[in-house]
T-cell receptor
């Protein structure tokens, strides 16, 4: 069945370090791909999305490119800040069904 | 986008009791979704609630345990019945993109439930 696999955490980085959180997916058809972020004590927020192959989603300095050939949607940011500390979820939708990864906790230290 | 509020934000309940969680959206939406996020785990869809019809439950979830109401296009409730400690989770309400295409979901802040 359809699924999302993302890099296990927790991840701890120093401020201004480069971030990559890996996400791969399995899906029939042509899913849309998403990254959601959950800040401490808050609900999930949509961070970025891509709806077709080779699309790049970007927001708040984060980027992810929809790679059909590698079935991946890795999240990257060139220089993380303390305020980026959160849990990041990769997700896909196919048909009307959302599938979420298990989440990757990121802590950025000053 | 949609602004979603949930009440209560958190609660601590005794085993065997029930809790009703409310979800309010600032715009009319066709489909509302209820998710559970158990500690350290990802989101699991409990059910989809459409206005004017019975909710559709995912495998492993039943109406007797998680009755849902959807009285109008901006409001829904989820009840967690006869609670046990295994029901301790964050419960999240979400809605689809108000444009009608289900390609984005927006989430409420969640209700953090602890069952003793």
């Amino acid at each position: 069945g359809d699924s999302v696999t993302q890099m296990e955490g927790p991840v701890t980085l120093s401020e201004e370090a480069f971030l990559t959180i890996n996400c791969t997916y399995t899906a029939t058809g042509y899913p849309s791909l998403f990254w959601y972020v959950q800040y401490p004590g808050e609900g999930l927020q949509l961070l970025l999305k891509a709806t077709k192959a080779d699309d790049k989603g970007s927001n708040k300095g984060f980027e992810a490119t929809y790679r059909k050939e590698t079935t991946s949607f890795h999240l990257e940011k060139g220089s993380v800040q303390v305020s980026d500390s959160a849990v990041y979820f990769c997700a896909l939708i196919t048909g009307n069904q959302f599938y979420f990864g298990t989440g990757t906790s990121l802590t950025v230290i000053p | 986008s949609a602004v979603i509020s949930q009440k209560p934000s958190r609660d601590i309940c005794q085993r065997g009791t029930s809790l009703t969680i409310q979800c309010q959206v600032d715009s009319q939406v066709t489909m509302m979704f209820w998710y559970r996020q158990q500690p350290g785990q990802s989101l699991t869809l409990i059910a989809t609630a459409n206005q004017g019809s019975e909710a559709t439950y995912e495998s492993g979830f039943v109406i007797d345990k998680f009755p849902i109401s959807r009285p109008n296009l901006t409001f829904s409730t989820l009840t967690v019945s006869n609670m046990s400690p295994e029901d301790s989770s964050i419960y999240l309400c979400s809605v689809e993109n108000s444009g009608g295409r289900t390609d984005t979901q927006y989430f409420g802040p969640g209700t953090r439930l602890t069952v003793l």
